[in-house]
């Protein structure tokens, strides 16, 4: 999958999870994809590679990026709660969607109870 499919598949995949907002305000080429006030995906434009970045378990991070070369610590980001996904050969459609559910239920669930987002 080459990197704009990526950023495609992945904000596309937002518009389901409940309480997803999408903002700009870091700045116009950065995507910051928060629920309940809180980052769980960031989408950008590194020179000549678009970009997403999530947050992931850190056990499971390390893991993804051993097992992907596509994966790699998080850009700007906690290298071990985040992770940064490039277009590439080892990442699928599948992958994708499952880690920005990951990323999503791991900020939501962090969240005090009245602002965790109904599903």
Known sequence: MDAQELQKIAGDFTVDLPGADL???????????????KV?????????????????DPD???ALREQYADITPGYHMNKKHWITVEGGGTVDEKLVKQLVTDSY????SALPKSNQPRT
């Open 105 to 108: 239920h791991l900020v939501a």
């Open 40 to 56: 769980f995906m960031l989408m950008t434009d590194l020179p000549g590679r678009p970009i997403v970045i999530l947050k992931a």
């Open 23 to 37: 903002e700009h305000r870091l700045d116009p080429d950065w995507d910051v994809y928060k629920v309940g006030g």
């Open 60 to 62: 499971h991070a390390a």
